[in-house]
């Protein structure tokens, strides 16, 4: 039985079909060990994955710069060598421009299922992946095969040779290179419109380069587990016009968010253990609906606690509900008024920060899918989105205000008199993946020496060291600690509608002596 999810792209004018089967075929013969000539199935669970298909769609958008010339950054996430007369460019270059154009008909994605991934035994070394495709029309047009990686690879340049019977010609070139993370191949159409398996072989072009293609595919070691997912890209007048589904728009904005996020958040690159949100302790979830509570709405929209938007409830089987909201003319104009003033905050931040310049790209496109008119009293999905743009904006003017007020503390550790008072440091946790963001939080932490004159200590720390300095060394010594918190504010979807959770005391705002 097939699926079909369909994303609708509005700035893009694109409509983006995913067809896949409902579960995996499973894997005869699939083993877990990877030497030698052993299957290992891909965990693939990339289709589940909110925004999966919409990101590799915005990357394709972005590959084509202002001036109509491939960027050198596309150029390594799509694995495209820097030869000019490399098909793989022509490739991408095409996709690009068709998607920038807006062309009507969008861009088709048939999603493969058991996908397998195999060592070859034979003198080559080669590494083979082989999937199902299901029964589709689409088969007989001209697809493009993309190979896509959970995250960009990290290993050195490597000039790869992919060869399969349904590739069109039979062998292609690319170039993996630090940041790749798709690989972009055209195909042969099929005479029929039957289920297919495909089967690419991948081989190091130089012997000596064998073992770290390896390394990259398959982590050069037993057991590994392959984050590859190929997907069949049909670009053109491919039958009759796809129709948005219900609340794709709105799936858009919510991609659109989370990129946006990625983008213009501080970021911490040292590898964190991921923390689940659900062993945090909650307030009751408020539901964010048509039913809402004026009163409750009034009270998130103006507040300035950083908020978390997960994913844990969607997938592609499971998308967004179609979230709506029904403010009064009153709050309408506070929240107009309130996302105006946070977005001329964020634009100043990423003027003086060094941040990615897509994010004032982004922020222009997420301000025109949330749109509204400050006086209409109907509900609507543009209010909702408008609510969700003001908690973002709100978060990251939140982590850039902290890093401000962190500056102080980090400039007097780096002093020569290297001062340690009690003071306010800096302690980042990740969160568990289903995020959509931000993926990361500056919870704060308590650090330094409660001698005398206490910072920010209260009477009972004011006797307690006097009673040590007396002479009483037995007794504990006044500690550096936490005495004010920020909330964490959870916004999360389930089957029937979003809402809104509350951690409380998640975020240290300010330090004592206790």
Avoid at 221 to 238: A, M, R, W
Avoid at 358 to 377: I, P
Avoid at 407 to 426: E, I, Q, V
């Amino acid at each position: 039985m097939l699926a079909v999810l369909v994303i609708f792209s509005s700035w893009l004018g694109v409509a983006v079909q995913v067809v896949h089967r409902q579960s995996p075929l499973p894997i005869p013969g699939a083993s877990e060990h990877a030497f030698p000539s052993a299957n290992v199935a891909s965990s693939a669970p990339h289709n589940l994955i909110p925004c999966f298909v919409d990101d590799i769609v915005a990357a394709l958008h972005e590959a084509v710069g202002n001036d109509g010339d491939l960027a050198d950054s596309s150029l390594s996430l799509f694995g495209v060598c820097r030869a000019s007369d490399n098909s793989s460019r022509l490739l991408l270059s095409r996709l690009a421009e068709a998607l920038r154009r807006n062309r009507r008909a969008g861009l088709e994605v048939l999603h493969p299922a058991a996908v397998l991934v195999s060592e070859q035994d034979d003198e080559r070394a080669a590494i083979a992946v082989t999937f199902d495709l299901p029964r589709s029309p689409l088969l007989k047009l001209n697809p493009v095969l993309l190979f896509t990686f959970e995250s960009p690879l990290t290993g050195g340049d490597l000039d790869v040779a992919l060869t399969g019977q349904t590739l069109q010609p039979h062998t292609q070139s690319v170039c993996i290179t630090q940041g790749t993370q798709h690989i972009l191949l055209t195909g042969k159409p099929s005479e029929d419109s039957d289920e297919q398996k495909w089967t690419i072989s991948i081989e190091a072009k130089s012997p000596n380069m064998r073992q770290n293609l390896k390394d990259v595919l398959i982590g050069g070691k037993s057991g590994s587990n392959i984050p590859i997912t190929p997907l069949l890209l049909f670009s053109g007048e491919t039958g009759p016009e796809t129709r948005p589904a219900q609340g794709s728009s709105q799936t858009f904005f919510l991609c659109e968010l989370r990129r946006f996020l990625d983008n213009v958040l501080p970021q911490d690159h040292t590898k964190l253990p991921l923390l689940p949100m659900d062993s945090l302790q909650s307030l009751p979830p408020l539901a964010l609906g048509l039913s809402s509570s004026e009163t409750m709405l009034a009270g998130i929209i103006t507040s300035s606690a950083p908020t978390v938007f997960s994913f844990t409830s969607w997938g592609s089987k499971s998308p967004v509900q179609h979230g709506r909201l029904a403010l009064s003319p009153a709050l309408l104009e506070e929240l107009g008024q309130r996302l105006e003033q946070s977005e001329m905050q964020i634009l100043e931040f990423i003027s003086e920060a060094n941040v990615d310049p897509r994010a004032t790209e982004r922020l222009g496109r997420l301000k025109g899918l949330s749109a509204f008119q400050r006086k209409e009293t109907a509900a609507g999905e543009s209010q909702y989105c408008a609510f969700l743009l003001l908690k973002a904006l709100q978060t990251v003017a939140h982590a850039y205000n902290m890093q401000r007020k962190l500056r102080p503390t980090r400039a007097g550790l780096d002093s020569p008199s290297g001062s340690n008072k009690c003071g306010l440091r800096s302690l980042t946790v990740s969160f568990e993946k289903l995020l959509l963001g931000p993926r990361t939080a500056n919870i704060n932490n308590c650090q330094g020496s409660c001698a005398f004159p206490l910072i920010n200590g209260n009477n009972h720390a004011v006797l307690l060291n006097s009673h040590i300095e007396s002479g009483n060394a037995n007794e504990r010594a006044p500690c550096c600690v936490p005495v004010a918190y920020d909330h964490l504010e959870v916004i999360d979807w389930n089957e029937e509608n979003s809402f809104l959770s509350i951690k409380p005391d998640m975020i240290v705002k300010e330090c004592g002596c206790r």
